[in-house]
């Protein structure tokens, strides 16, 4: 969504355990990656053009920094995730920060309405249900079925 990269340097006699490992280590949970190479893109078009780019930075790199082009990965890093993009219409980061603004102001709207509920042995409850379309339940079937469930 935000199209921001990660740029991680690995060797071609990497085991998938090894990918496993590498990628736990550096992405961490709750993101899905899009592994990509050269030769063997299993990708959407995007990964491809921003291989594209990423290649042409490298030769960039190649020829300002005379070769050393895997100490500069983080700075090529940086730039690619600074520079605006056409498909979201800013720049990744920028992107990134929006998104992350956005949920902490959704979850100061949700803060406000959660309160702690304590109950007691015997305490008297309804518990809401959510029937799933076309299952009746409690013998009424549409606008008629019990939201509800509790006392009788």
Same mark, same amino acid.
Request: charged letters at 25%.
């Given at each position: 969504?935000?199209?921001?990269?990660?740029?991680?340097? *690995?060797?071609?006699?990497?085991?998938? +355990?090894?990918?496993?490992k590498?990628?736990?280590? +550096?992405?961490?949970? =709750? #993101?899905?990656?899009?592994l990509? #190479? #050269?030769?063997?893109? &299993?990708?959407? =078009?995007?990964?491809?053009?921003?291989? &594209? #780019?990423? +290649?042409?930075?490298?030769?960039?790199?190649?020829?300002?920094?005379?070769?050393? @082009?895997?100490?500069?990965?983080?700075?090529?890093?940086?730039?690619?995730?600074? *520079?605006?993009?056409?498909? *979201?219409?800013?720049? /990744?980061? +920028?992107?990134?920060?929006?998104?992350?603004?956005? &949920?902490?102001? &959704?979850?100061?709207?949700?803060?406000?309405? *959660?309160?702690?509920?304590?109950?007691?042995?015997?305490? @008297?409850?309804? %518990?809401?249900i959510?029937?799933?379309?076309?299952?009746?339940?409690? =013998?009424?079937? =549409?606008k008629?079925? /019990?939201?509800?469930?509790? %006392?009788?």
């Amino acid at each position: 969504m935000t199209k921001l990269a990660r740029f991680i340097p *690995i060797k071609v006699s990497y085991s998938v +355990e090894d990918y496993d490992k590498l990628y736990l280590k +550096e992405m961490g949970l =709750g #993101t899905r990656a899009k592994l990509s #190479t #050269t030769f063997h893109p &299993q990708t959407d =078009g995007q990964a491809g053009r921003t291989i &594209q #780019t990423l +290649e042409d930075m490298f030769r960039a790199c190649v020829i300002n920094f005379n070769g050393n @082009w895997d100490d500069q990965l983080p700075l090529i890093e940086f730039s690619y995730n600074n *520079i605006y993009h056409s498909s *979201i219409g800013m720049a /990744p980061f +920028e992107a990134l920060e929006r998104l992350k603004m956005a &949920q902490s102001r &959704q979850k100061s709207y949700a803060d406000v309405r *959660i309160r702690d509920l304590e109950f007691d042995v015997n305490d @008297w409850v309804y %518990l809401k249900i959510s029937p799933m379309k076309g299952v009746m339940r409690f =013998g009424k079937k =549409g606008k008629l079925s /019990p939201r509800y469930v509790g %006392l009788c």
